[in-house]
């Protein structure tokens, strides 16, 4: 579901009472980023926020989930026609029309509102854009930055936004978008389904809709016994005849090694897994899988040979 079509909202009820209560008192900043793990309804929470200011009769509702408000304006990557696909950055272009658009008289009245998806894969011409509308913004010009990754943007951006941190959802929230969403779903899946997700209901449903939960199977496996030769190969070939399974793998591996490490320091060990490594090697295989996987995805690289190597990188003794 497109997140601005969204008619619910689960969780973040603290986040939005004080955004009701900011709107009230006349005191909103102009520029807002809004981070959190994935999945967790970054952006439907900022959508719902855009109906609370622009309107909520159906009218304006309407116009808003078709995104044909006149005060509102989403910014993300586009579709790159060449190669049919969308473009891996969010260029400068983009960032001008936000320009022009905050220059124009609110339509309806009050604000005009930028919303900008993914907003740390801004190129860097596309960011110094930006910088220069959140260090003069018009008046009645407001912005909202959705990432999951805070820390890719440049620091003069993040110094000019209030930030606000949404956190995962409770296992009740969980069960009741899922009753929603999922209404014909057996409750032993939804449990699993939760449990796996770790509080994001977007991972929830990719990996049910996928039928990726027998993925989880494999990331386990690898913490019991390493993988070897033509098994390597018959996991990969697996995982990728899964929709989406390679993304949907390394998510599972990523957050099981974090939930491990987590796990060690707590209990005070120094070493888990088998084979049995130290907790700075596990972090420096976290960090090289999200590396490699990222390098797939940028360069439109050979998926399989990633997930080879990936497999490798943890199988290894």
Not at 35 to 51: D, M, P, Q, S
Not at 59 to 77: C, F, M
Not at 184 to 196: C, G
Request: glycine share 6%; with cysteine.
């Amino acid at each position: 579901m497109i997140s601005r079509q969204n008619d619910h909202l689960w969780g973040h009820k603290k986040e939005y009472a004080y955004f009701q209560q900011a709107i009230a008192q006349n005191k909103l900043h102009h520029a807002w980023l809004i981070n959190g793990e994935e999945g967790i309804g970054k952006a439907t929470f900022v959508y719902h926020l855009v109906r609370l200011i622009l309107g909520q009769t159906p009218a304006a509702i309407s116009r808003i989930k078709a995104g044909s408000h006149a005060d509102l304006l989403v910014v993300g990557r586009r579709l790159d026609e060449k190669k049919n696909r969308l473009r891996s950055e969010i260029l400068m272009d983009d960032i001008k029309a936000v320009g022009e658009f905050l220059r124009l008289t609110p339509a309806e009245g009050g604000w005009r509102i930028v919303v900008i998806e993914d907003a740390d894969l801004m190129n860097r011409n596309a960011a110094n854009s930006l910088l220069k509308l959140l260090e003069e913004p018009p008046k009645g010009a407001l912005l909202f930055l959705i990432t999951t990754h805070p820390n890719r943007l440049l620091p003069t951006i993040l110094s000019r936004c209030r930030k606000m941190t949404l956190h995962g959802l409770s296992v009740e929230e969980m069960k009741q978008g899922l009753s929603v969403l999922k209404p014909q779903l057996s409750q032993s899946d939804q449990n699993k389904a939760i449990q796996l997700a770790d509080g994001s209901l977007g991972k929830a449903l990719q990996l049910l809709e996928s039928g990726h939960l027998n993925i989880k199977d494999i990331v386990e496996m690898l913490f019991s016994h390493p993988l070897k030769g033509k098994e390597i190969y018959k996991q990969a070939d697996l995982i990728l005849q899964k929709e989406n399974g390679f993304t949907i793998f390394l998510d599972l591996l990523t957050d099981a090694i974090s939930a491990r490490i987590r796990q060690a320091l707590q209990e005070r060990k120094n070493e888990f897994g088998y084979p049995m490594r130290s907790i700075p090697q596990w972090i420096e295989i976290w960090q090289t899988l999200l590396k490699w996987h990222k390098e797939a995805e940028s360069f439109n690289l050979d998926k399989k040979q990633t997930l080879i190597s990936e497999l490798n990188l943890v199988s290894e003794l």
